[in-house]
């Protein structure tokens, strides 16, 4: 079975240039969650999603940052215009969210995103 | 509000050698889960292992074994002879029983491998 799958791997982008970010989940997974890591840190949760709707986008800074899960299933992440602070990686993740049962987190091999 | 620290940056350990690492943390709550993830330079955050606040039993998967003290806010994690796939950042991670809740992360620790 494939796990989370991410793209791009890296990204390189000028300052105020826009940058997108793609997530599939594991079939299946109804949570989706972005995080973003900074270097020597451990993930920030940006936005949880059930299904296709945002249900914890606290930490998300709204006035750059944008996500969507139109259908419910893949995921993008928008940062526009991106900022010199924004270089992290970003992070996706996914669960099967079935009642109060414990369900892991599976977790993509993350974006790194370098801005100059 | 709950916090979750691992006070070292990096350990190291002889190859099939014995290492211990700490992570401390804080909660009001009596329910909870905690656990240690794996990050290999590659970036895929693994889970290692994981403990329930309500049991007594320390978990253990494999080589890989826990101190759970709930008393003392205390939850280290063991690793037996280790091996040079055991090289990456560790993050201790907390979570309210609520399947809601979002995790709390450590800073993590770096452990390096000696061959």
């Known amino acids: 079975e494939a796990g989370v799958v991410q793209s791009p791997r890296y990204k390189i982008i000028e300052k105020k240039q826009p940058v997108a970010f793609w997530c599939n989940p594991i079939?299946?997974?109804?949570?989706l969650y972005w995080y973003r890591q900074n270097l020597g840190q451990g993930p920030e949760l940006l936005i949880r999603?059930?299904?296709?709707?945002?249900?914890?986008d606290s930490q998300l800074p709204k006035d750059r940052f944008s996500a969507e899960r139109l259908k419910g299933v893949d995921s993008t992440l928008k940062i526009q215009p991106a900022e010199l602070g924004d270089s992290a990686v970003y992070l996706c993740?996914?669960?099967?969210?079935?009642?109060?049962?414990?369900?892991?987190?599976?977790f993509g091999p993350g974006t790194r995103l370098t801005v100059l | 509000a709950q916090t979750v620290t691992q006070s070292q940056p990096e350990m190291s350990v002889q190859e099939a050698e014995t290492v211990t690492l700490s992570c401390t943390y804080d909660?009001?709550?009596?329910?909870?889960?905690l656990f240690w993830y794996k990050q290999p330079p590659s970036r895929q955050m693994i889970l290692v292992i994981r403990?329930?606040?309500?049991k007594q039993q320390n978990a253990t998967e494999n080589r890989f074994s826990v101190n759970f003290q709930k008393a003392a806010k205390s939850f280290s994690l063991k690793i037996s002879d280790s091996q040079l796939g055991d090289a990456a950042m560790y993050f201790c991670?907390?979570?309210?029983?609520?399947?809601?809740?979002?995790?709390?992360w450590g800073a993590g620790t770096k452990l390096i491998i000696k061959p």
């Open positions: 403990q329930e606040a309500y």
């Open positions: 079939s299946g997974h109804n949570t």
């Open positions: 909660t009001s709550e009596s329910d909870y889960y």
């Open positions: 991670a907390y979570r309210r029983m609520d399947s809601n809740y979002q995790l709390i």
């Open positions: 993740a996914s669960k099967l969210s079935l009642g109060l049962a414990f369900n892991e987190q599976f």
């Open positions: 999603y059930e299904n296709e709707e945002a249900v914890d």
